[in-house]
């Protein structure tokens, strides 16, 4: 699905998917609740009385949930019948009001439909994984109500409720109107919709978007201020309010569940702004931290989630997402944030608290974590080949002559996050009063920092592989993870010039972003997943990358490139990727299936207006 070509609403864990003209009439639209399509069918029909249609002159979705429609018929210079539409998205459903008005000299009829259905199929299965049997839904109508039910197969019952204005007369596939409007006349048709899911918490301490914004008044200019005020307003509808604080959802639409690793990072961009998003995801993360061994689900102690969701294939084991441990760096990247978050907040209330969770973090990136006992963070691809690192595809581990990489992988990155995860538990510990374990994790840090340089430097690249496959060689591909590396400060001072150059060469750098993997690799390819593309998050970190260092003017670029990039599109979003084509005078080519808006992308815009000066590291 082209998300560019689509209209996308949400607030927590509610979304709302369709078509241009925010009809849902199949395929993957619908609208969701806790991975759960309870409407398949939600369309609009009406028709004049000489059987014309209104066309669509407007829809706009000026944040993450609200719409505005305007649909006319037209009748030579002018409209006739003017239709306007306001639908707005809440946590547990939406409104949807529709007013109608003769714009004519005479009398007018209109016959309005609205089409209903709900599959009360899984997320998963809209998008392709093997659908399983399930009863149909049960529909109930009768005077303005409509309401559809269903029970899974594990007994969940789930329910639907449409509540119509009083000129709608109701049926079990929806409702209808009939119209006849005099001159200038006006009505208005509305719906509201509520979803009653067992499973579905209402919001805790949800923000409104005034309180949102005022988070970010002190910003400084944007080179493109309304892309800036686009991911603002972004970040605040990707929001998910649990019980233990903001979470920010991965995507919309179909990452609106907690990612580890995207929950993390944005969370991380979004420091010093917003501290309770860290402090929310912390906790958050903590209460599913691994606690048992579950080969399926990748579960160990100490480990944190990769993603976790509601859906009713996860909750009767059909597909191991419940509660998914697949990810190699989401520990790491836990303990920097926590880090992170003290830094920012200048209080180790929140490090006290979750002394349990980090240590049982730590515990796990120095034993399990590191399968074969040569002191990096591995993973086994899975039987699919797809990976545990940020470039999850099962073809983005590729050597210089496209070899595929197997064996027990080290991507570099996590090697960087379990750098600054060690250095974080010095920091704890010494603020603790613990000397002697300040000291060992220091030293820990250290010597990561001297075994992972000389396993993984490349001279000749002027850059660090890619990752170690299972026989220790190196990737010998220049790519853009060694960007993370400059953020998480592993790299040692004398090479960080170098690295700069090669993430800015004409081997990576795009003009739009830092492509992740070189031209010369075998498997180099503008438009892949992980192969060549660019990705504005991962291009920001290696720019925050750069300022930790001191290079602020090669980080301002990019964070020009960045604003470039959201300004070009249409919807001022940064996608989730790009292709890697060389940037000229037109706009980047598209990623077909990129999602938008995407948490760490529109964190990133923030957190890059920071290169004015100053240190953005971790």
């Known amino acids: 699905m082209d998300f560019r070509h689509n209209t996308v609403l949400k607030e927590h864990y509610a979304f709302f998917v369709a078509d241009r003209d925010a009809q849902v009439r199949g395929g993957e639209h619908g609208f969701y609740v806790r991975d759960t399509r309870v409407l398949s069918r939600y369309a609009w029909r009406w028709l004049s009385i000489d059987g014309a249609e209104p066309q669509t002159l407007l829809v706009d979705a000026p944040r993450p949930d609200l719409l505005h429609a305007h649909y006319a018929r037209i009748e030579g210079p002018a409209q006739t019948l003017a239709l306007r539409r306001t639908l707005r998205a809440h946590a547990a459903g939406f409104t949807d009001t529709l007013e109608v008005a ?73 409702a209808e109107w009939e119209l006849s409007l005099a001159p200038g006349e006006r009505v208005t048709l509305s719906v509201a919709v509520d979803v009653d899911h067992p499973l579905d918490e209402p919001p805790h301490g949800a923000i409104p978007y005034a309180d949102w914004r005022a988070s970010f008044a002190h910003l400084p200019a944007a080179p493109e201020p309304a892309a800036l005020r686009r991911a603002i307003d972004d970040l605040r509808g990707l929001l998910l309010f649990t019980a233990e604080g903001p979470v920010l959802a991965a995507g919309i639409p179909w990452y609106v569940a907690t990612f580890g690793r995207d929950a993390l990072l944005g969370a991380h961009l979004l420091l010093p702004h917003r501290p309770d998003v860290a402090a929310g995801t912390l906790r958050h993360l903590a209460r599913h931290q691994g606690r048992r061994r579950d080969a399926t689900s990748f579960e160990a102690p100490g480990k944190i989630a990769h993603e976790l969701r509601f859906g009713e294939l996860a909750r009767t084991g059909r597909v191991p997402h419940r509660a998914f441990y697949g990810t190699v760096d989401a520990t790491p990247l836990f303990l920097t944030l926590l880090e992170a978050h003290r830094a920012a907040t200048g209080e180790l209330d929140l490090v006290r608290e979750l002394r349990p969770a980090w240590e049982s973090a730590l515990a796990w990136i120095v034993g399990e974590g590191d399968l074969d006992g040569d002191g990096f963070l591995q993973y086994v691809p899975t039987p699919e080949g797809n990976g545990q690192g940020w470039k999850d595809s099962n073809d983005s581990m590729g050597h210089a002559d ?126 892949s997943y992980h192969n060549g593309s660019v990705w504005p998050h991962d291009t920001a970190l290696a720019a925050a990358g750069f300022a930790r260092y001191g290079f602020h003017t090669e980080a301002r670029r990019v964070r020009d490139a960045l604003f470039a990039l959201a300004a070009s599109q249409e919807d001022r979003r940064l996608p989730e990727l790009v292709a890697g084509y060389e940037r000229d005078d037109g706009p980047p080519v598209p990623y077909p299936v990129a999602c938008r808006p995407q948490a760490w992308d529109a964190a990133a815009l923030v957190h890059v207006l920071a290169f004015d000066g100053g240190d953005a590291s971790t």
């Open 402 to 527: 496209g070899e595929l990489a197997t064996g027990p992988i080290a991507v570099a990155e996590a090697q960087g996050y379990a750098y600054a995860a060690f250095r974080a538990a010095a920091s704890w510990s010494a603020r603790l009063g613990d000397a002697d374990a300040a000291s060992a994790w220091t030293a820990r840090a250290e010597a990561l920092r001297t075994r992972f340089h000389e396993a993984f430097w490349l001279d000749d690249l002027g850059t660090y592989a890619m990752a170690l496959d299972g026989d220790k060689r190196p990737l010998r591909v220049r790519n853009s993870d060694a960007g993370h590396l400059l953020w998480s400060g592993i790299v040692p001072e004398a090479y960080a010039a170098r690295l700069v150059a090669t993430l800015l060469g004409p081997e990576l750098w795009s003009g739009w972003g830092i492509r992740t993997l070189g031209t010369g690799a075998a498997r180099y390819n503008p438009v």
């Open 102 to 174: 003769n714009a004519s000299q005479e009398r007018r009829s209109l016959s309005v439909e609205l089409a209903v259905a709900g599959d009360f199929a899984d997320v998963f299965e809209v998008r392709g994984w093997p659908a399983i049997e399930r009863a149909p839904a049960v529909a109930e109508a009768g005077g303005r109500e409509l309401t559809l039910r269903h029970t899974a197969t594990d007994g969940v019952a789930c329910a639907v409720h449409l509540r119509f204005d009083a000129l709608a007369a109701t049926h079990p596939d929806g």
